[in-house]
Every structure is written in C-alpha cells, then in structure tokens.
C-alpha cells in the first residue's frame, strides 16, 4: 500500500509538472489605448493577428503566447504601476508596449530597476536606448534620430536656408527637433533656425502657431505634430497661406493613422516618413496585408505592423534562448534576427535599437485621400550611428 501511495504521489507530480510546463507564456502590455485609438485599435489588430498565427502554429517551447493588455491612459504614473502588477501578480515573463516617450522611458526604468525585459514598440526617444538605455531595455520603431535622419537627408536637397520648426512640448518633440537641426546642420552649415514653436500634446491653438511661423518668414518647416494636433494645423496653414511656396519635412504624417482623418484635407508635397500600405508589393508584405484584411476586413496602418512585429520579435527571443528566464531572454534579443513586414531586422548588440525601417516620400491627395507618393523604403540600420560613437552617448554596462 505504501509504494503504491508513493507511485500514486509521484504520479501526480510528474502531472503536476507537466501541467504547469504548458502554461502559456504571458506578455504583459502597456499603452495608450484610450488616449491614442488612431494607432492603438491597429496596433492591437496587428498583435492579435501575431498571436494567433504565432499559437496555430504551436506556439513556443510547446506553449502558448498570451498577452495581458492594460490601458496607461497616457498618465506615466499609472503605466508603473501597472507594470508592476503585471509583473508581481500576473506573472508575466517580459513587458512590452507603450505609446508616448516619457510613459516609454518611466516603463523602462522600472524594468532597469526590477531587472524585467521591456520592448518598447513605439515610443521614439533616443533617450530609450541612448542616454537611459540599459541592459533590460530594447526598442522596435526607429527612432526619432533614425526618421529625423532619412528627412535631413532629403531636406538637404532643398534650397532652403531659413528653417522653423514646430514640435509638442515633451520628449518626442524635443529630441526629434534636437536631431533634425543637427543633423541637417551638419550636412548644409550655412542654413539656420528663425523660429521655433512648443505646443503641448493634444492642445494646439492652431492660429497663434500659424501666425507665429509666418512671421518668422522662414524657407522651410519642420513639423513634428501628428494626431488632431496635426489635422488642425494643416487646416489653419492651409486657410492662411503658410504652406504656400514652403516646403515643409514633417515626420510622421505618411502614416495612414494621421494622414487618413484628414481626407481630401491631407497636405500635398509634403515629405514625409509614412507607410504607403497599399503600394508596398514586396512577398513579406503583401503575405501580412492579406492575411490581416482577412482577418479584421481592414487595411492595416503602422500600428498594426508594429504590433505584429512585436509579438513576432519576443516569440523569436523565447525561441531563440530556450527559456523564459529574463537573463537568456535578454542574451536572446541581443543581435536577434528575424523577418518582417518590411523585410528582415536585427536588434543591435551596442544599443539594443531595432533597425525596421521606414519610407520616405511626399504626400499627395488621391481619390479624396491623402497618399504617399515618390516613395522608397530606408533601411534603419543605415541611419544610425557606428559602434564607438553610441558608446559615448550610451551608459556602458
């Protein structure tokens, strides 16, 4: 009786065990989801849509993938304090996510601090895996000083000399204005900055900020506005003549997430860093535009590639080291490669950017929409700074 009671109690562990080895492997997701819906709502489609095709296929480690999703509500505070929830009580094994820079980088402290990786999809400061990177922390998008470069690089050709620029007042704003000047500096010295103007995220006087770069007189703007911020002032530019033989670089604004609210509205002749979906007709892409207009009856946007991607990308990382345990996931991402939507990426060893590119082009307006036209796509990894010099502006481990 007494070995059978014990093969019975080995038997229910060896059950026990093998229960808990296939529990799926839990991502805990911070974002913006009710402040920012253009982007989030295709964002989750885009995860969703990786999910799933990442769990048909067996999932990982002969687990399943699962994300426990949570809404920051664009406060900083908040999205730390969710972190730490999904971590201590939801047991997640990495974090991932957020919107806004300054949420990105409080996440990011938080996973330096309790040593969790932390895959920032779309906050776009440098700072991330620059100035605050750390071991724990890895980016997807190219960041401000990446799309800040492929613009420079085009806003160079221009004959412009007297340059304004207008940015939201906060992180993002800051370091993408930061950059551009010094890199279009750096490849035309002789231009110079006449005006600047700092609208706060999300409250834009749209004339006053018109008025202001008018009366700068300048060759050129920079723009660095997106969302509604960015809808009202093309549409105040535009009844004030401030765009009229002006060129104007804007970051952002070729994404179907900005440029489609605005409709037949949409700036022409802008250049633009954007996402001309309908036009890429590369095999990697076309086979994930289909199967997302299968699955959500939508076109995608950028979010939805950047949501895909970044399922894609911790699912190449647990395969890759073998474990979920947060030292080999962090090995794992390090010089981790894989295909995507955009063709193939790397996250670097030195600075943990990804380098998923961009297009670069101008908008147009088509059919009663704005378009991207003229368009290529620029490799990220082109577009970023060598070894030695991001060992400089990089804390060194």
Do not use: C
């Not at 601090?113 to 895959?119: A, R, S, T």
């Not at 950059?179 to 002789?190: D, G, I, N, V, W």
């Not at 997430?257 to 001309?276: C, F, N, Q, R, S």
């Amino acid at each position: 009786m007494l070995r059978q009671a014990i093969l019975g109690l080995a038997a229910m562990a060896a059950l026990a065990a093998t229960a808990g080895a296939q529990e799926p492997i839990r991502i805990g997701e911070i974002n913006s989801y009710s402040g920012m819906a253009a982007f989030t709502v295709p964002y989750r489609n885009g995860w969703t849509l990786a999910l799933e095709e990442v769990n048909k296929a067996g999932g990982v480690l002969g687990r399943k993938l699962e994300i426990v999703a949570r809404d920051d509500g664009g406060k900083p505070e908040d999205a730390v304090r969710m972190a730490a929830e999904l971590v201590a009580n939801e047991k997640v094994a990495m974090l991932a996510g957020t919107f806004f820079s300054h949420i990105g980088l409080a996440v990011s402290d938080y996973a330096r601090q309790h040593k969790v990786l932390f895959l920032g999809s779309e906050p776009l400061t440098d700072a991330l895996t620059w100035s605050k990177g750390h071991r724990y922390a890895f980016r997807l998008r190219p960041s401000t000083y990446m799309q800040a470069a492929m613009l420079a690089e085009e806003a160079a050709k221009l004959p412009a000399k007297r340059w304004a620029t207008v940015a939201p007042n906060y992180e993002y704003g800051q370091s993408a204005v930061a950059a551009f000047r010094s890199l279009l500096k750096a490849k035309r010295p002789e231009v110079e900055f006449v005006a600047e103007q700092w609208p706060a995220q999300g409250k834009i006087d749209p004339g006053a900020t018109v008025q202001a770069l008018a009366l700068a007189r300048p060759d050129a703007i920079f723009n660095v506005t997106f969302g509604p911020d960015l809808g009202r002032f093309v549409r105040e530019g535009t009844t004030r003549g401030l765009f009229r033989n002006r060129a104007v670089v804007s970051l952002l604004t070729g994404e179907p997430e900005y440029l489609d609210p605005m409709k037949a509205e949409a700036p022409e002749g802008w250049i633009v860093t954007g996402y001309p979906w309908d036009a890429i007709d590369t095999p990697e892409h076309s086979a994930f535009r289909d199967a997302y207009r299968a699955r959500f009856d939508d076109y995608p946007r950028l979010g939805s590639v950047v949501g895909y991607v970044m399922v894609k990308s911790l699912a190449a990382a647990v395969a890759k080291a073998g474990s979920t345990e947060t030292e080999k996931l962090v090995e794992a991402m390090r010089g981790l490669e894989l295909s995507s939507p955009f063709g193939p990426m790397t996250y670097r060893r030195v600075d943990h950017q990804a380098t998923l590119g961009a297009y670069v082009g101008r908008t147009a307006v088509r059919d009663g929409r704005g378009t991207m036209v003229d368009w290529r796509y620029a490799d990220g990894g082109k577009y970023l700074p060598d070894d030695a010099t991001v060992r400089t502006l990089r804390p060194q481990e």
